[in-house]
């Protein structure tokens, strides 16, 4: 089956940097999603990676490793507005998105 | 201002009722998804379309039906609700399949 594996929960501290895993197997693979998404609002996207190695965006990086089936989510510079949840999802070999239950992560000052 | 709406925003619904959840995009996207959020499950898609004129089920298609008449707009019918269709309900397209996805801002349902 297919399976997208990230923790339930994380606690980082403002001004921190804080590394959100996810571990996936899916039926083929065209790319892997992070998507943010606030409490009671919809996802929105933050990164695409296609290629192995690391996608830097500002504060946001994102990090993909095909072998292992591991991507990772950088957040450097926390800050109390990084409150949220991030979504994993990976496209499979149908173009379809599988998505992971989502790393909530509250920020403390 | 371009974008993707949904109508209701929320909705208590009688069981055995018909509902339909609207979604309609202004971004000229060619795919479009209806997706259901639960509470510590992912996003899991219900139906979706590549294009106009076509329609394909995803994971959890049972209870629930799409058309896609045009480009815009792509509702989701249920067509005698039961409570395990509570949910919250986003709609969401893209350019094309293998871009990344815009979401609507969720219609959060509750059947009684």
């Known amino acids: 089956g297919q399976n997208i594996d990230q923790p339930t929960e994380m606690t980082a501290t403002e001004g921190a940097i804080v590394q959100i895993n996810c571990t996936y197997q899916?039926?083929?693979?065209?790319?892997l999603f992070w998507y943010q998404q606030h409490a009671g609002e919809a996802p929105t996207f933050l990164s695409y990676?296609?290629l192995d190695g690391l996608e830097e965006k500002g504060r946001f990086s994102s990090f993909l490793s095909r072998s292992k089936g591991y991507s990772y989510l950088l957040l450097k510079e926390l800050q109390m507005k990084d409150s949220a949840s991030y979504l994993c999802a990976v496209m499979d070999s149908n173009y379809q998105l599988i998505w992971g239950a989502g790393t909530k992560l509250i920020i403390k000052p | 201002i371009a974008g993707i709406t949904q109508a209701p925003t929320s909705q208590i619904l009688a069981a055995g009722r018909r509902m339909t959840l609207r979604c309609t995009q202004d971004m000229r996207h060619n795919a479009m998804y209806w997706y259901r959020q639960d509470l510590g499950l992912g996003l899991r898609l219900i139906h979706y379309s590549n294009t106009a004129g076509t329609t394909g089920k995803g994971e959890v298609p049972d209870g629930y039906s799409v058309s896609r008449a045009n480009t815009d707009d792509f509702p989701l019918t249920l067509a005698s609700a039961v409570p395990s269709q509570t949910s919250v309900y986003f709609c969401?397209?893209?350019?094309?399949?293998?871009?990344?996805?815009?979401f609507g801002q969720g219609t959060r349902l509750t059947v009684v």
């Open positions: 899916t039926s083929g693979f065209n790319g």
């Open positions: 969401a397209s893209s350019p094309q399949g293998n871009t990344e996805a815009f």
């Open positions: 990676n296609v």
